[in-house]
């Protein structure tokens, strides 16, 4: 088993974001084996997997095509659809609804809001 | 891969509680229909992934990978996941979220656990004989992961730390881990980075936003969620003095040193603890609210900023999860 490295000296962080990608599509078999790229604006995606050793990598004859996410709602959460795209995917489906992750509660007119909080996001 | 099941509906149940501190910080775990045998595990998770992933005990698989000199070493799946998620956060806020800062966070005066520095305020946390750091932080690009093997490699040189989103992680773990053992709802709270899973109470889960001292006026922000994850940083908590000048332990990748950022609070929303926690570092360095907007809508995530001058600045459309 080995595993999968870029041989290049670690890349100065901060990059512009179009360099990043195109430096995610190089940069390796270890994102093509899974062949992920998510499709959002300016922020490069992290493939799948960091680095794909062991089996995945020695059975993979060729890297599969590269499959795009599109997320249609911001509050769905990333690794959610991911998976389901994956899943979707897989039955030759080319859309898939998940429940959202991260989801509010909308407060109408009149409501009662209790007073006493759950707990405190803060700094530590 | 398993989708995720549908939210259940809301449920009355009485809710149990568990209060203790780890990780540095004090920890809350709030549950509806769990047994005090999983809320006893539950605490003991936590406390297990401290002993796996804190920087100051020896013996945490993170110390062994940071002292391994560039060869593998065998670490948990939890561990796995740690550092895959971490990477993963590298790789997605084009560097701003830098697991591997540990050694300009030390350069910078953080070498031992925080409530060791110095007791009470940031004015009489002083350490001395500092070389701060003066160049980027060297980044994830080499970090290897052997999931069928389990194990990791570090570059020769490169260190990782857990803080920025092993607090997080532990609350998406341990919060995954009630539900599997019987729980209907769970909240996690470990020092402020929050997740909710299963059945929410009736009217959800309700959430203050504490912003420290960040504004001048008395202004505490809820927001009510019935799953997901908040979490929060700042440059105000987690401050000593260092040769005269205030440090802190939000690192700028770039320099090697603690940030000057334009915000000194961000709070972040998304689908998972690690997520929201990771962004909240990354929002804390962006330039402007333009560039925080964009980074937290291509995250999936959304977030109440806070700058210099105590101003609140909701990004991302937070406002659908605030009171």
């Keep these: ?124 | 891969m398993m989708l995720p099941t549908p939210l259940p509906t809301p449920v009355e149940a009485v809710p149990r509680q568990v209060a203790f501190t780890a990780m540095g910080s004090d920890v809350r775990i709030l549950t509806l229909g769990a047994s005090d045998v999983a809320l006893a595990r539950a605490q003991l998770a936590v406390h297990d992934l401290e002993r796996r992933w804190s920087r100051f005990r020896p013996d945490s698989e993170v110390s062994r990978l940071n002292a391994a000199c560039g060869r593998p070493v065998r670490v948990s799946p939890a561990t796995t996941t740690l550092l895959t998620h971490a990477v993963r956060g590298w790789y997605a806020t084009d560097g701003a979220f830098d697991p591997t800062v540990v050694d300009a966070v030390v350069a910078a005066g953080y070498d031992r656990p925080f409530p060791d520095l110095v007791e009470s305020d940031p004015g009489s946390r002083s350490v001395t004989s500092i070389s701060p750091m003066t160049s980027a932080t060297p980044g994830c690009a080499g970090i290897g992961i052997d999931q069928a093997a389990g194990t990791a490699t570090l570059p020769r040189g490169v260190r990782v730390d857990a803080g920025g989103i092993g607090k997080g992680l532990a609350a998406d773990l341990v919060a995954a881990s009630l539900l599997a053992d019987g729980a209907t709802a769970a909240l996690v709270d470990i020092g402020g980075d929050i997740r909710v899973s299963g059945g929410a109470p009736l009217g959800g889960w309700r959430i203050d936003i504490d912003l420290g001292g960040a504004v001048r006026r008395a202004s505490t922000p809820r927001m009510v969620l019935r799953a997901g994850a908040v979490a929060t940083s700042s440059i105000l908590r987690r401050a000593w003095m260092r040769e005269g000048r205030r440090a802190h332990h939000i690192i700028d990748p770039m320099t090697g040193a603690p940030a000057n950022p334009a915000f000194t609070t961000a709070t972040v929303v998304a689908g998972a603890a690690w997520w929201a926690e990771v962004l909240t570092k990354a929002a804390l360095l962006a330039a402007s609210v333009d560039d925080a907007e964009r980074l937290l809508s291509a995250a999936g995530a959304v977030g109440l900023l806070v700058d210099g001058d105590g101003r609140q600045h909701p990004v991302s459309g937070v406002e659908r999860f605030l009171q």
């Design chain 1, 1 to 124: 088993m080995t595993t999968e490295r870029p041989s290049q000296p670690s890349p100065r962080p901060r990059r512009r974001a179009a360099e990043a990608s195109r430096r995610l599509i190089a940069g390796a078999s270890t994102a093509a084996v899974f062949g992920l790229v998510a499709a959002w604006s300016a922020v490069p995606q992290p493939p799948a997997a960091v680095a794909v050793t062991g089996l995945e990598a020695a059975g993979a004859a060729a890297p599969p095509a590269p499959l795009r996410v599109v997320i249609t709602d911001p509050a769905i959460d990333r690794d959610v659809a991911v998976a389901a795209a994956i899943d979707a995917a897989a039955r030759g489906l080319d859309r898939v609804a998940v429940p959202i992750d991260a989801t509010a509660v909308p407060t109408a007119p009149g409501d009662q809001v209790n007073d006493a909080p759950h707990a405190a996001t803060h700094a530590s």
